[in-house]
């Protein structure tokens, strides 16, 4: 059982910047791949970027790439998500997940089976 509980979201002014935090419960977050998902108010939830339980693979959304990075600490069990150069269409529920799979790290949320509850970024243009 895993317990994933994100922070570090906020409004935030276009253009700025923000680093999400999800920290992890239990003694095998390092086996773990651990996502960032999104999910804003009327639309379907997405893939926001996903790495490896060895943080040696990692893949973005195309709306994430050049602008939002990946990263864990094991040692601290804490996945985060930096985000620069915000814009209002990011403005969404941010979620992380977590996947004990032992196959490539996917964009599919079905591949997850730990969830956390969500942090809100409001993006104000």
């Known amino acids: 059982q895993v317990q994933l509980v994100e922070s570090g979201g906020g409004l935030v002014q276009a253009g700025d910047s923000l680093r999400l935090s999800c920290a992890a419960s239990?003694?095998?977050?390092?086996?773990?791949?651990m996502g960032w998902f999104r999910q804003a108010p009327g639309k379907e939830r997405e893939f926001v970027a996903v790495?490896?339980?060895?943080?040696?693979?990692?893949s973005y959304a195309d709306s994430a790439k050049g602008r939002f990075t990946i990263s864990r600490d094991n040692a601290k069990n804490t996945v985060y998500l930096q985000m620069n150069s915000l814009k209002p269409e990011d403005t969404a529920v941010y979620s992380c997940a977590a996947s004990s799979r032992s196959d490539s790290p996917s964009s599919t949320a079905s591949w997850y089976k730990y969830w956390g509850q969500g942090t809100q970024v409001t993006v104000s243009s």
């Open positions: 790495i490896s339980w060895t943080g040696g693979t990692k």
């Open positions: 239990g003694r095998t977050f390092s086996s773990y791949s």
